[in-house]
């Protein structure tokens, strides 16, 4: 008996090949979908790609002021537009030395060279001269988040408060009637926590009529918080900011510098669209 040989009919044939397409066509989807990033990931390698960068080559003065006000418009809100920025452009900012660590140690020497050759006329005359010296009133405020890191900077101060007279500026042990009896006398550098200072300025005690240049410290404790997010001191600095620096920033009088292991850069903000 002949054998018939059984081919397969076109009907299965049919279900066969479409069961194919569906499955390229998803892996074509999923590769297509890998070789996008998500839009959070892309913010995030910027991110990263910055700061990387500013470990190689340090922040311009034009980078820290739009750091500064950045942080500025995020706490409070105030805008500084581009008429009141004019006058002032990156003059506002201090240009640290390169050759040099930005550590406690070497604090008082970048302070020195920012002051330039009359450094010395600047911040080591000893006493008050009526109608052009006043007391109380220091040419350079240093200020931190701790009453203990107002005193490690002070320690790397040394090398100029041996010739200029400096005070501390916080209330941990100190009472304000101890730095108001001290402020009566020529003071060439201060060194303190916003609360305290707001207060002794408030009270008449502290003046700012010699005042040239602000360090802020950008140094980060064991905790990983800084002048500028402590919650609670960082409100405080802001306050004291926003009523006794800003127009003197803005007029020119006052000068900022940012103090820290390496200066930082602004980084890439997000859109209301890309959001």
Excluded at 32 to 46: L, Q, Y
Excluded at 84 to 91: A, R, Y
Aim: glycine share 6%; proline share 5%; with cysteine.
């Amino acid at each position: 008996m002949a054998t018939t040989e059984v081919k397969p009919s076109a009907d299965r044939k049919s279900k066969r090949k479409p069961s194919l397409g569906p499955k390229k066509d998803l892996k074509k989807k999923k590769i297509k979908k890998s070789k996008a990033p998500a839009f959070d990931e892309t913010i995030e390698r910027n991110d990263q790609k910055s700061e990387n960068d500013g470990d190689e080559q340090p922040a311009s003065a034009s980078e820290q002021l739009s750091y500064f006000l950045n942080q500025l418009e995020s706490a409070i809100s105030v805008r500084v537009s581009t008429l009141e920025l004019d006058p002032i452009k990156d003059k506002c900012i201090v240009e640290l030395s390169q050759s040099l660590e930005r550590d406690v140690s070497n604090l008082g020497e970048h302070i020195k060279m920012s002051c330039g050759s009359s450094w010395r006329e600047t911040l080591c005359e000893g006493e008050t001269i009526e109608g052009k010296v006043e007391p109380g009133s220091p040419s350079v405020l240093v200020i931190s988040s701790s009453a203990l890191r107002s005193l490690e900077l002070l320690r790397g101060l040394q090398s100029l408060t041996k010739q200029c007279p400096a005070v501390k500026l916080f209330s941990k042990h100190l009472k304000v009637e101890e730095q108001v009896s001290l402020l009566k006398k020529r003071v060439n550098i201060g060194s303190g926590t916003p609360s305290r200072i707001k207060k002794l300025i408030d009270i008449e005690a502290l003046g700012l009529s010699r005042l040239d240049m602000i360090v802020l410290d950008l140094h980060t404790d064991v905790k990983g918080f800084s002048l500028f997010t402590l919650p609670q001191v960082r409100d405080e600095f802001w306050d004291l900011y926003k009523n006794c620096f800003h127009r003197r920033v803005l007029d020119g009088s006052l000068r900022i510098c940012l103090y820290g292991p390496k200066a930082p850069a602004p980084k890439l903000k997000k859109t209301k669209k890309q959001r």
